[in-house]
């Protein structure tokens, strides 16, 4: 292949807006805030962004969303994509900007997600549009919910694993004790493991503090070919299922397969990996991405928090901003403030939020349910 081929990509830098509620902010106006934050964040100058990528916004579904964008932002891409791969949106579009810079189709992408669910959508049309991954002609017509195909999920984790739900409780209040130290996070205030156990039935045995909240938010960040402080190392996806009735194995949801690719490319493996930030829709899929990926034995994942090993000054980091559990769930950007979180902490850029200098980040997301897995190996690079 030629020289080009291999060119490293950078996340050059990375914004998002506060997260919680927008009264008036259409999602076009929220993603136009956090792009405007990121590209003052780089020092970059709006003629040098070339290639545009843009989440997917169900309170905005325009056909040409990333042209749009890229035409309120007074942006002359040369690439403008959007993208649909549910919770994944923000890992894919990562690892779709590292592909065009390292071919040289693209020198600089600016990659955006943003909607005001919260305040921009009845919670009825919510509840419907995302309903739409389930099957088609057994489960949605059955009145199935997102919170319903994740129950069925837990239902059937928990009893191949011995995890309990105080376990799977243990992972919201370790979600919300990182959101507190964030000022941009939807719900900072602290909750207890009774708390959670006691909050409101959403879909046994999910309850309300096992769900993430529904918010209005943005985030923007940049990749491109020039150095800069973390270099995605390392990418790979996963497909093994759409539908929940179609997935075969609980312990194989594709998470390992996706995350093993990443792994392969960066050239490193699990153990030297010492920052995480994985998908947290629900507190099942945190624990259950946890333990696939390795970072946790089966049915352990709770042992791991109470012993305070994904705590922000231990080893391995978990979610620092509070994940989509705590800081907060506003469609694709959600899954996109993961990746701003871990490259703000490799950076060193995360303020007073800092935790001990981290070489490494994985970076984890899915969409549907556990059905579409994308992975990303971060690494910080050395400063001259």
Same mark, same amino acid.
Request: glycine share 10%; aromatic share 4%.
């Given at each position: 292949?030629?020289?080009?081929?291999?060119?490293?990509?950078?996340?050059?830098?990375?914004?998002?807006?506060?997260?919680?509620?927008?009264?008036?902010?259409?999602?076009?106006?929220?993603?136009?805030?956090?792009?405007?934050?990121?590209?003052?964040?780089?020092?970059?100058?709006?003629?040098?962004?070339?290639?545009?990528?843009?989440?997917?916004?169900?309170?905005?579904?325009?056909?040409?969303?990333?042209?749009?964008?890229?035409?309120?932002?007074?942006?002359?891409?040369?690439?403008?994509?959007?993208?649909?791969?549910?919770?994944?949106?923000?890992?894919?579009?990562?690892?779709?900007?590292?592909?065009?810079?390292?071919?040289?189709?693209?020198?600089?992408?600016?990659?955006?997600?943003?909607?005001?669910?919260?305040?921009?959508?009845?919670?009825?049309?919510?509840?419907?549009?995302?309903?739409?991954?389930?099957?088609?002609?057994?489960?949605?017509?059955?009145?199935?919910?997102?919170?319903?195909?994740?129950?069925?999920?837990?239902?059937?984790?928990?009893?191949?694993?011995?995890?309990?739900?105080?376990?799977?409780?243990?992972?919201?209040?370790?979600?919300?004790?990182?959101?507190?130290?964030?000022?941009?996070?939807?719900?900072?205030?602290?909750?207890?493991?009774?708390?959670?156990?006691?909050?409101?039935?959403?879909?046994?045995?999910?309850?309300?503090?096992?769900?993430?909240?529904?918010?209005?938010?943005?985030?923007?960040?940049?990749?491109?070919?020039?150095?800069?402080?973390?270099?995605?190392?390392?990418?790979?996806?996963?497909?093994?299922?759409?539908?929940?009735?179609?997935?075969?194995?609980?312990?194989?949801?594709?998470?390992?397969?996706?995350?093993?690719?990443?792994?392969?490319?960066?050239?490193?493996?699990?153990?030297?990996?010492?920052? !995480? /930030?994985?998908?947290?829709?629900?507190?099942?899929? &945190? #624990?259950? +991405?946890?333990? =696939?990926?390795?970072? %946790? $034995? @089966?049915?352990?994942?709770?042992?791991?928090?109470?012993?305070?090993?994904?705590?922000?000054?231990?080893?391995?980091?978990?979610?620092?901003?509070?994940?989509?559990?705590?800081?907060?769930?506003?469609?694709?950007?959600?899954? !996109? /403030?993961?990746?701003?979180?871990?490259?703000?902490? &490799? #950076?060193? +850029?995360?303020? =007073?939020?800092?935790? %001990? $200098? @981290?070489?490494?980040?994985?970076?984890?997301?899915?969409?549907?349910?556990?059905?579409?897995?994308?992975?990303?190996?971060?690494?910080?690079?050395?400063?001259?």
């Amino acid at each position: 292949m030629p020289d080009r081929a291999r060119t490293h990509a950078y996340l050059l830098g990375a914004a998002a807006t506060r997260f919680g509620r927008h009264e008036g902010r259409s999602a076009l106006d929220l993603m136009a805030e956090a792009a405007e934050a990121a590209l003052e964040r780089t020092g970059l100058a709006r003629a040098s962004i070339d290639g545009v990528l843009c989440g997917y916004a169900t309170t905005y579904p325009h056909l040409m969303l990333a042209t749009l964008l890229s035409e309120k932002l007074g942006l002359d891409p040369h690439y403008a994509h959007g993208m649909q791969m549910g919770g994944a949106t923000g890992a894919g579009m990562v690892m779709l900007a590292r592909e065009l810079v390292r071919t040289g189709t693209c020198r600089r992408v600016l990659a955006v997600a943003g909607e005001n669910r919260l305040t921009g959508q009845a919670v009825d049309a919510s509840i419907q549009t995302l309903a739409q991954v389930g099957e088609a002609d057994a489960e949605v017509p059955n009145g199935a919910s997102v919170p319903a195909y994740y129950a069925l999920l837990a239902s059937a984790y928990l009893h191949r694993t011995g995890t309990r739900r105080e376990d799977l409780a243990e992972l919201a209040v370790l979600m919300r004790r990182h959101a507190g130290g964030h000022p941009q996070a939807h719900l900072r205030d602290p909750i207890t493991v009774e708390q959670v156990l006691a909050s409101k039935p959403i879909a046994t045995p999910l309850h309300l503090l096992d769900c993430c909240p529904i918010s209005d938010g943005a985030v923007a960040l940049v990749v491109g070919a020039q150095e800069g402080p973390v270099r995605i190392a390392g990418a790979g996806q996963a497909h093994r299922h759409q539908h929940l009735s179609a997935l075969r194995d609980v312990m194989d949801t594709g998470a390992a397969r996706a995350a093993g690719r990443a792994l392969a490319q960066a050239g490193v493996d699990t153990g030297q990996i010492d920052y !995480l /930030a994985i998908y947290d829709s629900f507190t099942i899929t &945190l #624990a259950m +991405l946890l333990e =696939e990926l390795g970072f %946790a $034995p @089966r049915g352990a994942a709770a042992d791991r928090v109470r012993r305070g090993d994904f705590d922000a000054a231990a080893p391995l980091p978990l979610n620092t901003h509070g994940g989509l559990l705590s800081f907060g769930h506003s469609g694709a950007a959600g899954g !996109l /403030a993961h990746v701003a979180e871990a490259w703000a902490q &490799l #950076a060193g +850029l995360a303020g =007073e939020r800092q935790i %001990a $200098p @981290r070489k490494r980040a994985l970076v984890h997301a899915d969409g549907g349910v556990l059905s579409a897995h994308v992975s990303l190996v971060l690494q910080a690079e050395d400063k001259a």
